[in-house]
C-alpha cells in the first residue's frame, strides 16, 4: 500500500493506517499491508482475479449499505477464485473514495463487511490503495492457490457429453433485486423468506466449499453464474467448443423465487435463467463423475443440461424437449 | 476478466475483446484473459501489489497522453515489485471507464503503452475489468515472483550500520514536471536534456533489473522513491527500526536538474530530495554488499547516507555535516 506521489489527504492516510491496523493476517500471507508489495504463499501457481464496482453502475450508495458494499466488492472476486476450483488467500482492495470522502463510520463499516467476509474464508486483505477521486469506485484483486490434489478448472475443459451441474438454487438475486425495487411484492412470501432473497442480492456467498469439491470431483470445465445461465452457459459452452442445452424445468429455484415471480407478472424459470449475480457455480462434469461430486460438494448439486457437438457457444434452452426463446424474456445476447 | 451484471455497453464489452486479442501471453503466465481468473507460474511465493490512478488526482486528461497513462500506471506496480528484488509476471488493468468513454484510439494507445512497458519486462496483461463509470479510474494490479536464488526484500530489514544506497540519479521527474508546468524554463537546458526529463515525468522507468541484483547482492530492506528521498526513506528506516542520516550533497542528481532548479529559483538537491516520482530503488546494504552492488546493478549506485540507532524513522538530512531544515524546502512530514 504505497502512498501516492503526496497528493493523499490527511484522511487517505489515517484510512490507510486504520485499514492497516485492523487487517488480520492469516495463513498464506507471509506479508500483507505495509510493504511495497505483499507475499503471498501459494504453492507453484498463483490464481489471480479483478474486479470493479463503480457508484452508479454497479451500485449507489442511496440503496446499498457500505458494510453491504464491502461484502459483495470481495464476494465477487472470491467467487472468480472458487469457480477455478481453487482456494482464496488474499485480496487486494483500491479504494477511491468520493469528492468529500466516506464518513469514518461508512469506512469502517465497508472494512468490515469484507472483514467479516475474509474471515469466513481464511483471507487476508493484504494490501491495496486508497485516493481520492470523482466517485466512489472499488477495485478489489484476489489472489488464490490450487486446491489441494487438484489443477485449476478452466472454462474451456467441457466436452459433449458432458452434465452442466449447477450448486445451490437460481433466481435469489434476481428475485432479491426485484423486492428491494419493488417492496410491495414482499406480501408474497414469508418475511424469512423475503429477507433470504434480498440477502441473496445484497450480500452473494461466494462458493468457496464446492468449488474446492467440483475440481477434485473431476469437474471438466466451471464458471460462476454473475450474469445468468443463459450467458454463462454460452460463456463455458463457447470456451469449450461445445453447444450447451438447458433444461427449464430443471432449475433448482430459490425458495421464494416462484412466487415473487409470480407476484411481479414474471415467469420464474425464465428469470431463474437470465437473472444474474447469483454466483452459483455452472460446471461441466463427464457423467462418471457426477455421483461423486454430489457426495462431495456441500449443499444442492443439480444436472441442468449438457454439452452437445454444434455450433460452440450456442445456448439451446428447453422446456420438456421444445425449443424456448429467450428473448421474450428479457435475454441478452453475449457479444 | 469476467463480465459485470450484464450492465455493460457493448463498448465495453467491445473493448475487452479487443484488449484480450492484443494482450500477448509471456512466460509464466499459464492462462491469461477471458477465464474467471488468470493462472501465473510463480514458484512458491507470489509477490502482489495493487496501485490506483484516478483522473485530477494523479493525471490529468488534458496534459498526460493515454499511451503516457497506461505505461505509467503499469510502471508505478512493476516498480514495487521490483522493490521487493522481485520479477514482475503478469498485471490487471481494471478501467473504469468516463462518461462517453473513450474513443477507440485512446483506448488503443493507452493499452499500447502498457503492453510496450510490457513486452520490455517479460510482463503479461493478463486480466482484468472494464466498466464505465464517473470518471477514469485505472487499478493496476501486478504480480510477480522471487528472482533467482535470493528472497523477497521487505522494507523491515535494514539496521544501524547499513548504508542507504539510490539506483540511478534523482529530481529528474520533479524537473519533468517544473518543466511540464513552466515551459519556459526549458531554455536552461539543451532539447534532448529537457525531453529526457519530461519523459522521467511521463514515462517512469520501473528498476526491474537493478532491484534484483540489489536482493541477489545482499539488500536488506528496499523501496521504491515514489515519494521522494525524504518520506520514503522515513518509511524505510520506520519499518527498520533505526534513524536514517541522509548526506544532501552526496545525492546523485539527473542531467539538467540542477540547471532547471536554478531557472525555477529552487535547490537542486531539495528538490531532489522532496521531489517524489523517481521509482528509483533505495536499498539499505550492510558495507560489506556495498562493493558487490555496485558490479551487479545495472546503472548507477550511489551511498547517499546511512543506518543509525536512534529514534526510528527519523530522517536527518544533513550538508557537510549540518543539519538542514527540509520543512523550509516543501517537506511534508509522513503521517
Redesign the interface.
Known amino acids: 500500500m504505497?502512498?501516492?506521489?503526496?497528493?493523499e489527504a490527511?484522511s487517505e492516510?489515517?484510512l490507510i493506517?486504520r485499514i492497516g491496523a485492523r487487517a488480520r493476517r492469516r495463513p498464506g500471507t507471509?506479508?500483507g499491508i505495509?510493504?511495497?508489495?505483499?507475499?503471498?504463499?501459494?504453492?507453484?501457481?498463483?490464481?489471480?482475479?479483478?474486479?470493479?464496482?463503480?457508484?452508479?453502475?454497479?451500485f449507489r450508495r442511496a440503496t446499498t449499505s457500505p458494510r453491504d458494499l464491502g461484502h459483495k466488492a470481495l464476494a465477487?472476486n472470491l467467487s472468480?477464485?472458487a469457480?477455478?476450483g481453487?482456494e482464496p488467500v488474499?485480496a487486494?482492495?483500491?479504494?477511491?473514495l468520493p469528492p468529500g470522502g466516506l464518513s469514518d463510520d461508512a469506512a469502517d463499516e465497508l472494512y468490515s463487511g469484507m472483514e467479516a467476509l475474509a474471515e469466513r474464508y481464511g483471507v487476508t486483505v493484504?494490501?491495496?490503495?486508497?485516493?481520492?477521486?470523482?466517485?466512489l469506485?472499488l477495485?478489489v484483486?484476489?489472489?488464490?492457490r490450487a486446491g489441494d490434489g487438484a489443477a485449476?478448472v478452466?472454462?474451456?475443459g467441457g466436452r459433449p457429453g458432458d452434465l452442466l451441474c449447477v450448486t445451490g438454487a437460481l433466481g435469489a438475486s434476481a428475485a432479491g433485486l426485484l423486492l428491494l425495487e419493488r417492496p410491495e411484492l414482499a406480501g408474497a412470501v414469508p418475511t424469512p423468506v423475503a429477507e433470504r432473497l434480498r440477502a441473496a442480492h445484497l450480500r452473494p456467498e461466494p462458493r468457496v466449499g464446492a468449488g474446492l469439491a467440483l475440481g477434485r470431483a473431476g469437474a471438466r470445465a466451471?464458471?460462476?453464474l454473475?450474469?445468468?445461465l443463459g450467458?454463462d452457459g454460452g460463456r463455458l459452452a463457447r470456451?469449450s467448443g461445445a453447444r450447451a442445452v438447458i433444461e427449464l424445468d430443471a432449475l433448482p429455484l430459490a425458495e421464494g423465487v416462484a412466487e415473487i415471480a409470480a407476484a411481479a407478472g414474471r415467469d420464474a424459470r425464465l428469470l431463474a435463467v437470465s437473472g444474474?449475480?447469483d454466483y452459483e457455480l455452472l460446471a461441466a462434469l463427464p457423467p462418471a463423475a457426477v455421483e461423486p461430486a454430489h457426495r462431495a460438494v456441500p449443499g444442492r448439486l443439480t444436472p441442468v443440461g449438457r454439452l452437445e457437438e454444434g455450433v460452440p457457444g450456442l445456448v439451446a434452452v428447453e422446456r420438456g424437449g421444445a425449443a424456448v426463446d429467450l428473448a421474450a424474456g428479457g435475454w441478452?445476447h453475449?457479444?
Open positions: 504505497p502512498a501516492k506521489g503526496g497528493a490527511v492516510l489515517a493506517e507471509e506479508l505495509g510493504d511495497d508489495a505483499a507475499l503471498l504463499s501459494v504453492g507453484g501457481t498463483a490464481v489471480v482475479t479483478q474486479d470493479l464496482l463503480a457508484e452508479g453502475v454497479h465477487v472468480d477464485i469457480a477455478m481453487a488474499a487486494f482492495v483500491g479504494l477511491c493484504a494490501g491495496g490503495d486508497v485516493t481520492g477521486g470523482p466517485a469506485v477495485a484483486a484476489a489472489v488464490g485449476p478452466r472454462r474451456s466451471m464458471l460462476d454473475s450474469d445468468g450467458l470456451a444474474g449475480e441478452e453475449d457479444v
